[in-house]
């Protein structure tokens, strides 16, 4: 299967429920967005194995550590996860609780005026939160 080798350069067996989460997560045409839940409730709502949170848990967050997903945290308790793992901004619609991309060419040059010495900026990126 096309798969495996993203599990086990995860470090991660290339299990059945693994395989599955890699059909949801990278079998998609535009890029998807998720949280744990909703990517749990996706998995069970296409196929008839079960499949523990656990699982899905430690395979979304070996696949981050990896760098084939990236996270977009929203808030202290809240985090969404993107397949899309290029530098680009976010909205996030706040009411519907949905994470949209957001083009870095909508976004206009951002200045960074403060230096940590030692440091440099490795990426600049911005989350637009929307209320109705």
Same mark, same amino acid.
């Given at each position: 299967?096309?798969?495996?080798?993203? /599990? $086990?350069?995860?470090? /991660? $067996?290339?299990? %059945?429920? $693994? /395989?599955?989460?890699?059909?949801?997560? =990278?079998?998609?045409?535009?890029? =998807?967005?998720?949280?744990?839940?909703?990517?749990?409730?996706?998995?069970? !709502? $296409?196929?008839?194995?079960?499949?523990?949170?656990?699982?899905?848990?430690?395979?979304?967050?070996?696949?981050?550590?990896? #760098?084939?997903?990236?996270?977009?945290?929203?808030?202290?308790?809240?985090?969404?996860?993107?397949?899309?793992?290029? !530098?680009?901004?976010? =909205?996030? *619609?706040?009411? !519907?609780?949905?994470?949209? *991309?957001?083009?870095?060419? *909508?976004? #206009?040059?951002?200045?960074? @005026? @403060?230096?940590?010495? #030692?440091?440099?900026?490795?990426?600049?990126?911005?989350?637009? %939160?929307?209320? *109705?």
């Amino acid at each position: 299967m096309k798969y495996i080798d993203k /599990l $086990r350069n995860s470090g /991660l $067996r290339p299990t %059945k429920q $693994r /395989l599955q989460i890699c059909e949801v997560l =990278f079998n998609n045409e535009k890029t =998807f967005h998720f949280t744990i839940n909703e990517l749990e409730q996706k998995i069970k !709502d $296409r196929i008839d194995t079960k499949i523990s949170l656990a699982t899905v848990y430690n395979t979304v967050h070996a696949f981050e550590k990896k #760098g084939y997903l990236k996270q977009i945290p929203i808030n202290s308790n809240q985090t969404y996860f993107d397949t899309n793992v290029t !530098d680009h901004h976010h =909205f996030y *619609d706040l009411k !519907d609780q949905k994470l949209i *991309d957001l083009e870095n060419s *909508d976004v #206009g040059p951002i200045n960074i @005026k @403060k230096k940590i010495s #030692g440091k440099r900026i490795k990426s600049v990126e911005v989350l637009v %939160k929307l209320e *109705d």
